[in-house]
């Protein structure tokens, strides 16, 4: 049938069901449109513009981006700091709260003080943990290293030494495991225990069960952990711009310059400079050309998981 | 039209929309002051003070203030950041301040070419304020920018030698000592080490010892940034040289970097009584006028003495100089009520009795010459010292940017790599620093 033959009241009651769909999606489409869509668009907008926040902006072309990947010298330093990190601190953090959620689920004695004392440190602020972590880890004062030197072991220069700040950073976030190990052991506690049972009927040791009982079962929720644990890597902000505050001891207060990134820009992360540039140079423009290679690589990042789907289909499936 | 092509039209009108919107959500400033300052008015005031005796100072001055203008009400905001500020300035609306001061005097630049600050020419021609002869030389140049004076100095800052009296007497040192190179030698005999580390330094020379930063140590060579063009002119002022030179003779003649760097993470906060001057970890440190007041509320167990800093021994004859820096005060652009604005700024910066009597509650500088004459103001031996310094007209500043501090933070960065080893040509580490500072000018212009 076509447009010019349909029937009007068939025409208004198409209509009106449109509109009723409409207003049942409208939460979402204005969500989608006033927190996602409209800052996308003027992120974009705003990379190819002069703007300080005071004056109205002026078109500037290709040079913000220009400026960000070939002078602006703490760019590359901090893109390689975040793969780093999203590297090695997220493939630990799994396979650290994978293990502690299966050492966890198999405690007889006292499994709630276990559960409890590993859970606790993910709800220190991080401004608080990164602090005291800074103080345990300093070279000089701190207990860790005075320990390891008394063992006859080398002591690191952990948040001073450029090459030991990022491993120093994951410890801290080692330390704060609590929230991977909690879905870890949900996950470990809802694989079906006849297939255990069945695998160690047919001969299977301890590891063969782990290999092809648990982790078919929880690849889902491992895939969930690696997706959220990229995005969360990528907007790392207060630990490492806290610990190089505290170990460089310029705080930055009384009109101090701090030089972010201390160690040696060892530190330094993209949301970090997303918020020198736009918040503290008055440069928008090109915080908003980071801010877009960060919404790129999370985007890159979250597609080629999500390429391996099969990883989110568990062995039911 | 298909349907193809009206979604794509309607997405085109939604993006145009959005940009439109987005480039009308911007803080908008004007440089008009057309507010009865004799009315009836409530103006917010934001400040960074936050030490109790700070606080008490700042609310007493803004009580003087209100009594000689009783119609105009000052609501006071105090432990504000330099990053609250510049939000606050960017946003505008009733929520931001009519005044600000903030201790960052590197943010003159961006807050006078941002005009986020409004320019206070007109309003001091009106008040028959003559700059140069109400303020010191250095506290005018950190105010202004190329030309634009969008802010006055709220009482000022300098830098000098604080040293352990006691430790000079132990090593056989009768006085401060006036050149480098004095002051190597007293360095060395001061420094006392244990192990691999030391139970006394005489000076951390590395540049994150706390206030031995790149910036505060080569004033002494009175260097300068920018040449006339406005070019970073840090590899061809001898200054810049000189100084890394020195510096890296002091590290190497104190034990050496790493050394050197190990001692300094044993150091307790710079703001706290663990201060390492505080605790006899070094026995001569660069400091600001504040460290004696410090020093004495922590109970030091030693006699401190304030001296100038030493100067390059070519120089000796600019002994007396120093860094000075200090707190800025101007007067929001976003603000609908600048002439009232004006009056609160115009007394805390030029009533003598007000500016006096700040000075003398925070240990300050004062920031006005007929300030630094009063008979009002108390002057103990150490700010004395002080206030030498911030007159003495050898004395220099880091002058301001459009980026703000940014091309300081360049030179420290070069100063790190270069001071560990990193870097080891230093000419063409000093090259480096005035192309980066060029890139970064260019782009914030």
């Known amino acids: ?220 929720i491992v895939m969930f952990a690696v997706v959220t644990g990229v995005i969360q890597t990528m907007q790392y902000y207060t630990q490492p711009l806290v610990a190089g505050k505290v170990a460089s001891g310029v705080i930055g207060g009384s009109g101090q310059q701090f030089e972010p990134g201390y160690p040696e820009k060892s530190t330094l992360t993209l949301p970090q400079l997303v918020y020198n540039l736009g918040f503290q140079r008055f440069d928008t423009g090109s915080a908003c050309v980071i801010a877009l290679v960060l919404f790129a690589l999370a985007m890159m990042f979250t597609a080629l998981l999500m390429r391996r789907r099969n990883g989110f289909l568990s062995a039911e499936d | 039209m298909s349907g193809s092509t009206k979604t794509t039209a309607v997405a085109i009108a939604a993006a145009a929309a959005i940009s439109l919107l987005a480039s009308a959500c911007t803080g908008s400033s004007n440089n008009t002051a057309t507010d009865d300052p004799n009315k009836d008015v409530t103006i917010t005031f934001w400040h960074g003070w936050s030490a109790p005796n700070e606080v008490k100072a700042i609310n007493a001055n803004i009580k003087a203030f209100e009594k000689v203008h009783p119609n105009i009400h000052v609501k006071v905001q105090g432990n504000i950041t330099d990053d609250k500020i510049n939000q606050a300035l960017r946003a505008g609306g009733s929520g931001a301040p009519d005044v600000v001061s903030s201790f960052t005097t590197d943010n003159v630049g961006k807050f006078c070419s941002s005009k986020a600050f409004a320019d206070l020419t007109p309003f001091l021609k009106k008040s028959g304020i003559d700059p140069a002869k109400t303020f010191p030389r250095t506290m005018l140049e950190y105010t202004q920018f190329e030309g634009d004076r969008c802010a006055l100095p709220l009482l000022g800052d300098a830098y000098g030698l604080y040293y ?232 220099t500043t880091t002058p301001a940017s459009i980026n703000g501090g940014t091309y300081q933070l360049t030179l420290q960065d070069f100063g790190y790599a270069y001071e560990a080893g990193k870097q080891t040509d230093l000419a063409a580490g000093l090259k480096g620093v005035d192309t980066q500072v060029d890139k970064d000018i260019a782009q914030a212009k």
């Open chain 1, 1 to 220: 049938m076509s447009a010019a033959t349909v029937h009007p009241l068939l025409k208004a009651k198409r209509r009106r069901a449109t509109l009723r769909n409409l207003a049942f999606l409208s939460p979402w489409l204005i969500g989608f449109s006033v927190f996602f869509a409209y800052p996308l668009i003027s992120t974009v907008y705003f990379s190819f513009m002069k703007y300080d926040g005071f004056t109205s902006p002026t078109w500037n072309g290709l040079r913000n981006w220009s400026y960000v990947f070939n002078d602006y010298p703490f760019f590359w330093p901090a893109l390689r700091n975040t793969l780093w990190l999203v590297l090695v601190m997220v493939s630990t953090r799994v396979v650290f709260g994978l293990g502690i959620g299966l050492l966890i689920t198999k405690i007889k004695t006292a499994p709630g003080l276990f559960r409890t004392a590993f859970y606790l440190p993910y709800l220190a602020p991080p401004v608080a943990a990164t602090m005291a972590f800074a103080f345990l880890l300093n070279p000089g004062t701190g207990p860790v290293n005075r320990i390891l030197g008394d063992f006859g072991l080398p002591t690191p220069g952990w948040f001073n030494d450029p090459s030991w700040s990022k491993p120093a950073l994951t410890l801290l976030a080692l330390w704060g495991i609590g929230d991977l190990m909690v879905i870890f052991m949900a996950a470990l506690l809802d694989v079906p225990k006849e297939q255990y049972e069945a695998a160690e009927l047919d001969g299977a040791g301890s590891w063969a069960r782990f290999r092809y009982v648990t982790l078919p079962n929880i690849s889902p």
């Open chain 2, 164 to 395: 352990n009296k006691d430790a000079f007497k132990a090593a056989g040192i009768t006085s401060p000592p006036r050149t480098m190179s004095e002051f190597k030698a007293d360095a060395i005999k001061l420094t006392k080490t244990k192990g691999d580390s030391y139970s006394q330094l005489g000076f951390m020379p590395n540049f994150h010892g706390y206030e031995s930063t790149t910036t505060h140590l080569a004033a002494q060579w009175s260097p300068t940034y920018f040449d006339t063009s406005g070019k970073s002119n840090v590899a061809t002022d001898p200054a810049f040289a000189s100084m890394f030179s020195w510096h890296q003779d002091m590290v190497k003649s104190l034990g050496g970097f790493a050394k050197l760097e190990k001692y300094r993470t044993t150091f307790g906060d710079e703001w706290d009584a663990k201060n390492p001057f505080q605790t006899g970890q070094v026995a001569m440190a660069i400091d600001g006028e504040w460290r004696a007041g410090m020093a004495a509320d922590a109970g030091v167990k030693f006699q401190v003495g304030v001296a100038p800093f030493p100067v390059p021994d070519d120089q000796a004859d600019t002994y007396g100089k120093g860094y000075t820096t200090g707190t800025i005060i101007g007067v929001a652009n976003t603000s609908a009520k600048k002439n009232a604005a004006w009056e609160l700024v115009k007394y805390m910066t030029t009533d003598t009795d007000a500016v006096v009597s700040f000075a003398n509650a925070i240990h300050n500088v004062p920031s006005t010459y007929a300030a630094l004459k009063s008979p009002k103001l108390k002057l103990d031996a150490a700010a004395k010292t002080f206030v030498e310094i911030a007159q003495n007209p050898d004395s």
